[in-house]
């Protein structure tokens, strides 16, 4: 399991996401979040949202395991974000 310290924007970014955002993963030292829609996007160190890219796509669904996680519903803005493991 990778850890990783986030910049304090890429923390600000996450407890900041609208509702049904999930954060699914780390990919090449960003945060993988997935929209309502089923879109990926990456997380910049500058706290920006970017569209991953294939690869990174085809990454995370390599890791994705193969049973339905537990799912905790919208993140909260209270909770401190500062590392992610995955």
Request: net charge positive; charged share 20%; proline share 7%.
């Amino acid at each position: 399991m990778e850890t990783m310290r986030l910049s304090d924007r890429q923390s600000l970014r996450i407890a900041s996401l609208p509702a049904g955002y999930r954060v699914v993963g780390i990919d090449c030292g960003a945060p993988c979040v997935r929209k309502p829609s089923g879109q990926l996007l990456r997380i910049q160190r500058d706290g920006r949202l970017v569209t991953a890219t294939v690869a990174a796509m085809r990454r995370m669904e390599a890791r994705q395991p193969t049973q339905p996680v537990h799912e905790t519903g919208a993140l909260r803005a209270a909770n401190p974000y500062t590392s992610v493991m995955g």
